[in-house]
């Protein structure tokens, strides 16, 4: 009998979530045969067999959040090397989880209920008591699916004769709770505006890509926001190259997926970069390193909607740009009037160590930038 437990994949990882096993209990598996699926730091990541073997029983089910450290696997046999074929099936994911068709109930067990601390809490939350619900999950495993079925589906929010369902944070949106918590607790933010005129432009298109490169030439000028604060103790490392995190927003949450070193790259490279990142996210399929080791970060959420906006500065940056909707504007244009296509940009950086100075003179560069013909 042998274990394999959670490894550590990705820098600051605690824990993760279980998305979907690719095996189940009684498999033979190869080594690097795909296991499980994982969620963690907004993406899912496949976690391949360690070695070759039997599996006798498998810990978890989709939905369960994981310490590292923790057992995933146990193997009936002790590690072995095999180079051959997968032997018998291997349960595939559904695709849909709403038109999977629901595993068969287990038997309700005689003793306590087996269930993840994340599940008892939603229990606890519902008002379930555990002892009555029939688990469906590995080896009698309670899962969130089970507290909710015990529930009829929903639970009354005691408001007027309306009801509401209690839906636990999970995978992005959880993971961008607990970075806005922690920035709230530690950035001291302020914000400064301003507006670029784009008549120079021969048409508006390419704005983002645009928008990373102004950013790029504005950390040359005013190096200080293109830094990474380590703490009152140890300072302010200031980055010589500047890597761009590119906010991105999906209907699983937003994604901040990092562009490298824009001040070296053309424009035509950073436009396959940017697409190439985009639809990496939307796949879901972006590998976890793409979202690490942005040195400032790029909102460009003028192409929803909204002019300017006080941001949130996620520490260890110390700075993030907006870009609002471009608004078509009558301007004086000396003794006549006519209308421009004007970019509405905001800033805000983390008063601890940077100041209004520093700061006015990075978005100026970038507005400067912006406004140059190309």
């Not at 636990?168 to 914000?191: D, F, I, K, Y």
């Not at 300072?235 to 761009?244: D, F, I, P, T, Y």
């Not at 909607?305 to 700075?319: E, I, R, T």
């Amino acid at each position: 009998m042998s274990e394999f437990r959670l490894p550590d994949i990705g820098e600051g990882l605690h824990e993760a979530e279980i998305v979907a096993w690719h095996v189940g209990a009684g498999d033979h598996v190869v080594a690097d045969q795909p296991l499980v699926s994982i969620e963690t730091d907004k993406a899912v990541v496949e976690i391949p067999a360690p070695q070759s073997g039997h599996i006798a029983r498998i810990v978890g089910a989709p939905g369960d959040i994981v310490a590292v450290g923790a057992v995933l696997v146990e193997y009936a046999d002790a590690p072995t090397v095999d180079n051959g074929s997968v032997v018998g099936e291997i349960p595939v994911a559904p695709a849909t989880p709403a038109a999977a068709t629901p595993p068969r109930p287990a038997a309700a067990p005689s003793g306590p209920a087996k269930a993840s601390p994340l599940v008892r809490s939603l229990a606890r939350q519902l008002g379930v008591d555990l002892a009555g619900v029939t688990p469906t999950g590995p080896d009698g495993t309670l899962t969130r699916d089970d507290v909710h079925r015990a529930t009829g589906g929903g639970v009354s929010d005691n408001v007027g004769s309306d009801a509401a369902t209690i839906e636990p944070l999970r995978g992005v949106r959880r993971s961008m709770a607990a970075n806005m918590a922690r920035a709230h607790a530690q950035v001291v933010p302020a914000t400064v505006t301003e507006i670029a005129d784009l008549a120079a432009w021969p048409t508006l298109s390419d704005i983002t890509v645009r928008l990373l490169r102004a950013v790029a030439v504005a950390c040359r000028a005013e190096p200080a926001l293109n830094a990474t604060f380590l703490g009152p103790e140890a300072g302010l490392r200031v980055n010589e190259a500047a890597h761009v995190g590119l906010a991105i927003d999906t209907a699983d949450g937003l994604f901040v997926a990092v562009v490298r070193d824009v001040a070296k790259r053309t424009l035509d490279d950073l436009r396959a970069g940017v697409a190439r990142l985009h639809a990496d996210v939307v796949a879901r399929s972006i590998p976890p390193e793409e979202l690490r080791g942005a040195t400032i970060t790029l909102s460009n959420f003028g192409s929803m909607g909204g002019l300017h906006a006080a941001l949130v500065v996620v520490p260890p940056q110390v700075a993030i740009v907006g870009a609002g909707r471009v608004v078509r504007t009558p301007v004086a244009v000396g003794a006549h009037v006519v209308v421009h296509p004007l970019l509405p940009l905001s800033l805000t950086f983390d008063h601890r160590v940077i100041t209004g100075g520093e700061a006015t003179r990075f978005l100026m560069a970038v507005v400067t930038d912006l406004q140059a013909t190309d």
